[in-house]
């Protein structure tokens, strides 16, 4: 493998964690054990649909979520919470917050106002600076996890310390977008064009 040219990418959740390890190689924090020594440096990042600021995603699901959520949605909310263990009133009562820990929440060990400076460190917008590798960042308009605004964020973050960012938003897409029929998908299609135009610019 050619160390001298390492990329990482991912979707939704790949492309979080894609953002993070490219923007935090050697963070104290972040790295592990076994690799405190190791150049953890990336040459580009290209991330479909990642979460960029973790506020945004729980806001973004409470948004998204009904206000009084159904009787075939309260037995669900029942069995998960004995899962995840939160109690079932407060699931109800805040659904829109009890369906973005399913994502987030509960790895993060709580809301943003118990533990935000777990939300801070996660969030790649955090560590947006001058050193941050080339990102290319593939986002779908109407995309009902991840806030198209939070990443246009991130973009003109990286832009404004001055880290070559392309930011592509396509229209009347969601998420998972080249994952559904992709042989048809002009999204998806589209997508596939960009990454090859931007992999070829940094060879």
Request: hydrophobic share 40%.
């Amino acid at each position: 493998m050619n160390t001298d040219f390492v990329a990482v990418t991912g979707g939704s959740a790949g492309g979080h964690l894609a953002l993070l390890a490219g923007y935090t190689p050697g963070h104290p924090e972040l790295t592990p054990d076994d690799l405190r020594d190791a150049n953890t440096t990336v040459r580009g990042i290209f991330a479909y649909y990642g979460a960029t600021e973790m506020n945004a995603v729980l806001k973004h699901a409470s948004l998204m979520m009904p206000d009084k959520p159904s009787r075939g949605i309260e037995i669900a909310l029942s069995l998960l919470s004995s899962i995840m263990n939160i109690s079932v009133k407060d699931s109800v009562e805040d659904l829109g917050w009890f369906s973005a820990s399913m994502m987030i929440g509960n790895p993060m060990g709580g809301k943003p106002e118990e533990v935000p400076e777990v939300y801070e460190l996660a969030s790649p917008i955090t560590h947006a600076n001058s050193d941050c590798p080339p990102t290319l960042l593939l986002q779908g308009e109407h995309d009902i996890i991840i806030p198209a605004n939070a990443v246009r964020e991130l973009h003109q973050r990286l832009v404004e310390v001055g880290v070559p960012s392309i930011y592509v938003e396509f229209p009347q897409t969601n998420h998972g977008f080249e994952l559904i029929f992709p042989q048809v998908s002009p999204s998806a299609h589209a997508a596939l064009h960009d990454l090859d135009h931007y992999l070829a610019l940094m060879v």
